[in-house]
């Protein structure tokens, strides 16, 4: 039998700066003719993901705190400008990877 999890909204809603994440067990990266093919064998999808996405998809390790991820592009992107990321598109991605179970937040005690 195959198990299935949902993650609810509230989970969703408690991302934060510091939340740290990690790539699935589950998912299989392959590299495409201009895109990356994620494939997830726990829920049997797949999700195309352009190189930036699997770039970022990438530097969810563990170690980095979403805020670490971030701050890394805007201070690239803006010259050290003041940007929220929680207002940007950046989140939203990290909202989907979850989601979808390509990525699981992780808590240290």
């Known amino acids: 039998m195959q198990q299935h999890y949902t993650i609810s909204t509230e989970e969703i809603n408690k991302l934060s700066l510091d939340s740290i994440l990690i790539q699935s067990p589950y998912c299989i990266?392959?590299?495409?003719e201009s895109q990356f093919l994620i494939y997830n064998t726990h829920t049997d999808e797949m999700h195309l993901v352009a190189p930036l996405g699997n770039y970022i998809y990438q530097l969810c390790n563990g170690i980095n705190s979403i805020d670490d991820i971030c701050h890394g592009f805007f201070q690239q992107e803006k010259n050290n400008a003041?940007?929220?990321p929680l207002n940007d598109s950046?989140?939203?991605?990290?909202e989907s990877m979850l989601q979808r179970g390509l990525v699981k937040k992780i808590c240290y005690d």
């Open 29 to 32: 990266v392959r590299e495409q």
């Open 82 to 84: 003041k940007v929220n």
């Open 90 to 94: 950046i989140l939203n991605y990290f």
